[in-house]
Structure formats: structure tokens, C-alpha cells
């Protein structure tokens, strides 16, 4: 319930911001607790979650505060040079390439601040690269198109672009954890994938990194349309793989269970920092890492403490999460399995099914039905044979990854055997892509506008009949 308290205050304060002096809620806190002491143990909850839910307001407030300054909007319309830290991987459109940086000088007065570069298609500054130019700095763009990236951007805590014509590498790289995380990233996606090239490469670095800027505009509208965009983003199964491959290595090695529990933290760990904090890993990692951790101090672990401790990570960094499409989708998706998956496994009980089959129908039923809403409003469009491309292509999803992690593990001191369990990897890789392909060129695969409305409508409606026959 503290948990559950937390993130309503923290998702709360995306509507109600808390006052900045912080006396009504101190003034607030010292009458719960006062409360707590003094009454029965009922009240004592009530007043714990309630000082819990006060505390995430007032967090998330604070947050959002500091995510809304920014001192570079007053220097918009003016050019100067400046340095910048790349801090991810460039988006690369029509015209032009997008990359997120950390501006650190400008105009030769040192500064803290998030933004976006626009870069001409061409060149791209790495992933941690400390780069200097010369950028006119402009606002983002209003809504245009359904896409409003002035209020995508503000809830990144980036208010401003810089449009680069040209830049210059300084040669320098940042340091600390992050430039940790962007030397494990650059070693994963070559050590993965030795001696692939072109789509197959691309696609399971996608699914490996949760990156699909190198998959051409063709293949992304293939995998939305059959429902299996969701390979190419980091989920859960990377963790579990990743987790499980670990504390199997070790029970080979003789490790103790305790120490190859700690080695599975410490992967988890280093995965995150290589694929960036996207909320379907950091809610994986969460999970993963409660699991060894309930193992290591003998207790059980709830599943529904485990998604809630997630959602406080996320929201508690940065609340305008609660507003993006991939914490909505991974949430809504994870629930749906809590809720949904046993009644449904057991209407396939008795029917003449492979043995993984029921399974995997399960899941996609129930995530398909729970995402369709979030798909509807966050991008008008909704897959109807994402079940059907999710039966076909799932036995292929964990060799797919096991081989990629396995590729990695062994190319520094095998690069042959890399090279060829790669290349095995290369042939999975293509099935998934056939089967995207076919999915998506049948009709009807993907409904937009009104006919989406009308689908996710009805996967409301099933959800909440679902859920009257579960009480």
C-alpha cells in the first residue's frame, strides 16, 4: 500500500504541483504522524500511506520543477558555440539527424543543461562523444502533424534545439557511470553480432540495444503493423535471459548460489547502464534484481510490490514518465499477465496444442487486449494479428537472444565461434523478419483512426468482462 501510495503521489504531481515552500505538507506530515502514535493500528496505515503519498507529491513536484528550468530558453534566436555531451543515439529523419546532448559550455560561460541537436543526414557524433560547434538555438516545434515535439521534448526536460550545420569531435569522452554504460553499449552491439551486416544486424541490435535506428523505414512500419514492435524494445525476457544464463554459468562453475545470485545483479546492473534507462528494462531490472535480492535475505517476493517499486524508480526520476507511451505499454502489459494469463490457460486446457503454445497464446491475448487502449491514444493505431505474429515468431525469441549473449560472451576469447554463432543467429533473425513481413502485408493487419478507436474499444470492453468473470 506505501508503494501503491507513492506512485499516486508521484503520478499525482503531474496535475496538482505541491507548493515550493513545502509548510503545508511538513505542517501535514506532523499531524499524521502525530495521528499514527496515537491511534490504533488502522490508523496508523492510513496515516503512514497517506504520509506516503504526500511525500511522492511533494518529490514529484520538486522534480518536475527542476525538469521545467531552463536557463537557455532566454537565449533563443541566438548563435554561439558551444560543448555538448551526446548522451544517446542519433534519430535520423527526412532531412535531417536528431541527438540528444548535455550542453556544458556556452557562449564561453559554463552551463547545465539538457538538449537536442539537429544535424544535417550524414556523420554522427558517438555516444558519449564531447563535441564543440557553432548552433543557432531555436524552441522545438509546436504540434504539427498529431506530433507535438515541444511537449515531447519538455518532458525529457529538453526546452531548446541547437541546429548544427557543422561539429567538431574533441576527441574526449565523458567519464563517470555513464561513460561506463557507453563503453559496455559500444561493446555489445559489436561483440553481439561479429560478421552480420545490413538488416540482420540491424534487427538484432534492436532487439538486443532496444534501438531501431538502424532498421529502414520499410522494416519499423512491418514490425507496428504485425504487432511485434515490441521485439525492439528492451523487455523483461532480455532480463530473465541475461539473469538466468548467469546463475546457470555459475551452477556450472561450482559458484555458490549466494555469490552467482550477486554476478546476476551485477549483469542486470551493467545491461541497464549499456541500453539506457528505458522503463521496460529499468522495470525488469527492478523485478530481477527484487528476485535475487528476496533469494539472498530468505523472502518472498510479491510480483505486485515488484511492478509497484519499479513505477516509484521511474516516476520518482522523472514523472513525466507516467505520460509516456512505453511506461504505459510495459505496465499495462505486465498487469494484463498478473491478471489475465491463468484464466485464460485454463479455457485452453484440453485443447489439442503444442505444450508452449497455450502459453504463448495466453500472454498475447492478454497483453494485445490491454495495450490496445494505450496503442489508440498514443499513436491512433491498433494491431489486430499481433496474437498471430506473437504465436509464430516466440519460440524463435529466446534462442535469438541466448545466441546474442552468448555471441557476446565468448567473442573476446573465441572470435571464430563468435563468428559462427552469430551467423546461426543471423538465420533466426530472419525468420522473425519474414514473419513480420507476412503478418503485416495481410489485410487489416493494422486498423487506424476511428476503426482503431472501435478495436480498442472493444478490448475494453472484453477487459472488463474478463474481469467481472474473475470476481
Not at 76 to 101: C, D, L, M, N, Y
Not at 150 to 171: E, K
Request: hydrophobic share 55%.
Amino acid at each position: 500500500m506505501i508503494a501503491a501510495a507513492l506512485v499516486l503521489g508521484l503520478g499525482a504531481s503531474n496535475a496538482v504541483r505541491a507548493p515550493r515552500t513545502g509548510s503545508f505538507l511538513v505542517l501535514c506530515a506532523v499531524i499524521i504522524v502525530v495521528a499514527a502514535c496515537v491511534a490504533p493500528h488502522s490508523g496508523r496505515l492510513v496515516g503512514v500511506v497517506t504520509l506516503a503519498g504526500l511525500a511522492g507529491l511533494a518529490w514529484g513536484s520538486a522534480r518536475l520543477d527542476a525538469f521545467d528550468r531552463s536557463p537557455m530558453r532566454a537565449e533563443v534566436g541566438r548563435a554561439a558555440r558551444g560543448v555538448a555531451v551526446v548522451t544517446g543515439e542519433s534519430r535520423i529523419g527526412r532531412f535531417g539527424q536528431r541527438i540528444p546532448a548535455r550542453l556544458r559550455v556556452f557562449d564561453g560561460r559554463p552551463v547545465d543543461e539538457r538538449v537536442q541537436r539537429e544535424v544535417p543526414v550524414g556523420r554522427s557524433p558517438p555516444q558519449g562523444g564531447i563535441v564543440g560547434r557553432l548552433a543557432v538555438v531555436r524552441q522545438p516545434r509546436a504540434l504539427s502533424n498529431g506530433f507535438d515535439e515541444r511537449t515531447w521534448l519538455r518532458r525529457q526536460g529538453i526546452h531548446v534545439v541547437f541546429r548544427v550545420d557543422d561539429w567538431r569531435d574533441t576527441g574526449r569522452r565523458r567519464g563517470g557511470l555513464a561513460g561506463v554504460g557507453d563503453r559496455l553499449r559500444t561493446w555489445l552491439r559489436a561483440a553481439c553480432a561479429p560478421g552480420l551486416a545490413g538488416e540482420r544486424r540491424a534487427v538484432l541490435e534492436g532487439i538486443v540495444l532496444g534501438d531501431d535506428g538502424g532498421l529502414s523505414p520499410g522494416l519499423k512500419i512491418a514490425f507496428r503493423r504485425s504487432g511485434l514492435y515490441h521485439l525492439l524494445a528492451v523487455s523483461g525476457q532480455n532480463v530473465v535471459l541475461l539473469a538466468g544464463g548467469v546463475l546457470l554459468l555459475a551452477w556450472g562453475l561450482g559458484v555458490p548460489r549466494a555469490w552467482a545470485h550477486v554476478a546476476a545483479l551485477a549483469a542486470i546492473g551493467a545491461y541497464v547502464l549499456a541500453v539506457g534507462p528505458q522503463p521496460s528494462v529499468i522495470r525488469a531490472a527492478v523485478a530481477g534484481g527484487a528476485t535475487s535480492v528476496a533469494w539472498l535475505v530468505a523472502r518472498e517476493r510479491d510480483p505486485w510490490h515488484v511492478l509497484l517499486l519499479a513505477a516509484v524508480v521511474l516516476l520518482a526520476w522523472n514523472p513525466y514518465t507516467l505520460a509516456d507511451a512505453g511506461f504505459q505499454l510495459s505496465f499495462a502489459a505486465v498487469a494484463a499477465i498478473f491478471l489475465a494469463v491463468r484464466p485464460l490457460l485454463r479455457v485452453l486446457e484440453g485443447y489439442p496444442l503444442p505444450p508452449t503454445l497455450p502459453a504463448t497464446l495466453a500472454v498475447s491475448t492478454a497483453c494485445g487486449v490491454a495495450t490496445a487502449p494505450v496503442l489508440w491514444l498514443q499513436f491512433c493505431a491498433v494491431p489486430l494479428l499481433g496474437v498471430r505474429a506473437n504465436a509464430l515468431v516466440e519460440p524463435a525469441v529466446a534462442p535469438l537472444l541466448g545466441l546474442a549473449f552468448a555471441t557476446a560472451a565468448v567473442d573476446p576469447v573465441a572470435p571464430s565461434l563468435a563468428e559462427a554463432l552469430a551467423w546461426l543467429d543471423g538465420w533466426v533473425v530472419a525468420y522473425v523478419v519474414v514473419c513480420a513481413r507476412a503478418v503485416a502485408a495481410l489485410p487489416a493487419a493494422q486498423v487506424h483512426g476511428p476503426a482503431a478507436g472501435a478495436a480498442a474499444l472493444v478490448c475494453l470492453v472484453l477487459a472488463g468482462l474478463g474481469a467481472r468473470r474473475l470476481r
